[in-house]
T-cell receptor, first 114, second 112 residues
Framework: DGGITQSPKYLFRKEGQNVTLSCEQNLNHDAMYWYRQDPGQGLRLIYYSQIVNDFQKGDIAEGYSVSREKKESFPLTVTSAQKNPTAFYLC?????????????FGEGSRLTVL | RKEVEQDPGPFNVPEGATVAFNCTYSNSASQSFFWYRQDCRKEPKLLMSVYSSGNEDGRFTAQLNRASQYISLLIRDSKLSDSATYLCVVNNQTGTASKLTFGTGTRLQVTL
């Protein structure tokens, strides 16, 4: 079955540690995205990528980094510079083109900083 | 002002009721509009697109008013399984990738 796989589903980390969230898709989508969701807030875009080896900052990129070395993979690193990293992180993908409003999301990764 | 605003609810309705959610957006240049559904602690999933002429999918009807920058979702004959959070989403496309802005969502609880 085609889809997006995120791992780990739950992650705990100590303050000051970097952590990398994995996102893999087998939908052959060109575009991939990382969103963050906090209680009472909408999803906020962290980074997105339209093509391999290229990515753009979203609205809240500070304290995060990404790479896109393969079409299928778009890992997100939450660095120690991110002040409030505890959140629900969602990876998504979509086709490229006009009105591509359908994003396919992974099941998410819940990060808790202790 | 938020880019996409929704009443957070919750809307508590009995089974069989009709319920309507509203959403306003601030960017008049927004190109396309969607409703997503998100179950508790799950990922969002596309429910339906919203077209200027209005569109229907079974018990769900979506409407767009570009002049007022207003989107609505009507659910008829509510089922228990409709209980979820409904996210209003606006696409401000940059280049070829979607740049979706999500509202905070309206929570619906359908009861017996």
């Amino acid at each position: 079955d085609g889809g997006i796989t995120q791992s780990p589903k739950y992650l705990f980390r100590k303050e000051g540690q970097n952590v990398t969230l994995s996102c893999e898709q087998n939908l052959n989508h060109d575009a991939m995205y990382w969103y963050r969701q906090d209680p009472g807030q909408g999803l906020r875009l962290i980074y997105y990528s339209q093509i391999v080896n290229d990515f753009q900052k979203g609205d809240i990129a500070e304290g995060y980094s990404v790479s896109r070395e393969k079409k299928e993979s778009f890992p997100l690193t939450v660095t120690s510079a991110q002040k409030n990293p505890t959140a629900f992180y969602l990876c998504a993908s979509s086709i490229i083109g006009r009105d591509t409003g359908e994003l396919f999301f992974g099941e998410g990764s819940r990060l808790t900083v202790l | 002002r938020k880019e996409v605003e929704q009443d957070p609810g919750p809307f508590n309705v009995p089974e069989g009721a009709t319920v309507a959610f509203n959403c306003t957006y601030s960017n008049s240049a927004s190109q396309s509009f969607f409703w997503y559904r998100q179950d508790c602690r799950k990922e969002p999933k596309l429910l339906m697109s919203v077209y200027s002429s209005g569109n229907e999918d079974g018990r769900f009807t979506a409407q767009l008013n570009r002049a007022s920058q207003y989107i609505s979702l009507l659910i008829r004959d509510s089922k228990l399984s409709d209980s979820a959070t409904y996210l209003c989403v606006v696409n401000n496309q940059t280049g070829t990738a979607s740049k979706l802005t999500f509202g905070t969502g309206t929570r619906l609880q359908v009861t017996l």
